[in-house]
């Protein structure tokens, strides 16, 4: 009789202990560490829209004092296009060749804006319009924000791939989410290795 009472408190604590157990070998590490790769990678997209957004506006402000820099203009409006219509494939963090292709089409629009800005240099009249400097200013801080965005995407992927790659996550994986694949993270280019000359 007695031990008719404590069967389902047996079954109870047993079901608890399995949950723990099962909670403790990192079945929902995974998981979440993959959504934290998401949302990190959400948030750079975002900030390079944020971007591309801005460039036309700056274009166009540029226009009227540099008509003579018409190439550079072009390079940014060329730049900015190859990078906006890119189409991402649902897969691009697991795919090397096309995350790749993303990285090299953003660094060429950081490289032609930074042309862009270096030319600005030479129109005092346009460096002292007050809607060059705003839109330099937003610029500026939206290059911080992208800076931002790469580091925490980096960072997401490194304890995503970490789990992924060691025990006990390695073992979780093969057995629960064999789905999951190493994510791709920023390098940085042969361009941003070299440092800047100063000539006087």
């Known amino acids: 009789m007695r031990s008719r009472q404590l069967k389902p408190l047996s079954y109870f604590l047993i079901c608890i202990a399995a949950l723990l157990a099962v909670e403790g070998c990192g079945i929902n590490r995974l998981p979440t560490f993959d959504e934290q790769v998401k949302a990190a990678w959400s948030e750079v ?3 390079y829209q944020r971007r591309a957004d801005l460039i036309p506006n700056l274009v ?7 008509k003579q820099e018409q190439q550079v203009l072009t390079q ?7 990078a906006t219509q890119m189409q991402l494939p649902p897969d691009i963090l697991s795919n090397p060749e096309k995350f790749h292709e993303f990285e090299q089409n953003q660094g060429a629009l950081t490289g032609a804006l930074g042309r862009l800005l270096v030319v600005t240099e030479n129109y ?16 500026e801080g939206t290059e911080n924000r992208i800076a931002v965005a790469r580091r925490d995407y980096i960072l997401a992927v490194q304890a995503y791939n970490t789990e992924l790659r060691t025990f006990p996550g390695r073992i ?3 057995i629960v989410y064999p789905s999951l694949k190493v994510r791709e ?3 940085i280019s042969e361009q941003a290795k070299q ?3 100063v000539k006087f």
């Open 60 to 66: 166009e402000t540029v226009k009227g004092y540099a």
């Open 124 to 139: 005092p009249a346009l460096k002292s319009d007050q809607n060059f400097l705003a839109l330099q200013s937003q610029l």
């Open 172 to 174: 979780v994986a093969s």
């Open 76 to 82: 940014v409006v060329e730049a900015r296009a190859k």
């Open 195 to 197: 440092a800047p000359t």
């Open 45 to 47: 997209l975002n900030q």
């Open 185 to 187: 993270t920023f390098s």
